[in-house]
């Protein structure tokens, strides 16, 4: 059976963060919904497999049980996305900057590719990398 993968990410400003990943990144909504609403959940399709959910904090919280929600520059996880090309990955962080996102690496080549990574409004780390 072919399993969907959700990152859910906490959010203190549901539509800030709908607006940066949906008109910034570009990613398109997981279901239809009416004109330009907001959906809830806020699902968006990073690809047919995975989805980003956009939660926001307090909900987040009702989910986590007793963890803590990380606070604004603290990162548990980096969200991973796969470019086909150099250029590709200039643009994407090109968008993240252009959408309200803050670049904490510029792009480079490194062993593993050339990457880059940026904060979304929230302060979620993505990496974007195209491989070798």
């Not at 989805?51 to 919280?61: A, E, I, K, S, Y």
Request: aromatic share 6%; glycine share 10%.
């Amino acid at each position: 059976m072919r399993r969907r993968v959700t990152i859910a990410l906490p959010t203190a400003d549901l539509r800030r963060a709908f607006r940066f990943h949906r008109e910034g990144m570009g990613f398109s909504l997981a279901r239809a919904a009416e004109g330009d609403e907001m959906p809830e959940p806020v699902e968006l399709a990073l690809n047919p497999d995975t989805l980003l959910m956009l939660v926001p904090t307090d909900g987040f919280r009702r989910v986590i049980g007793d963890n803590t929600v990380a606070t604004g520059g603290v990162s548990e996880c980096v969200v991973g996305l796969t470019a086909a090309t150099d250029a590709e990955v200039d643009a994407i962080v090109a968008r993240a900057e252009g959408a309200g996102g803050s670049v904490v690496a510029a792009p480079a080549r490194q062993p593993w590719g050339y990457s880059a990574a940026f904060k979304d409004p929230d302060g979620h780390v993505w990496l974007v990398v195209a491989r070798p």
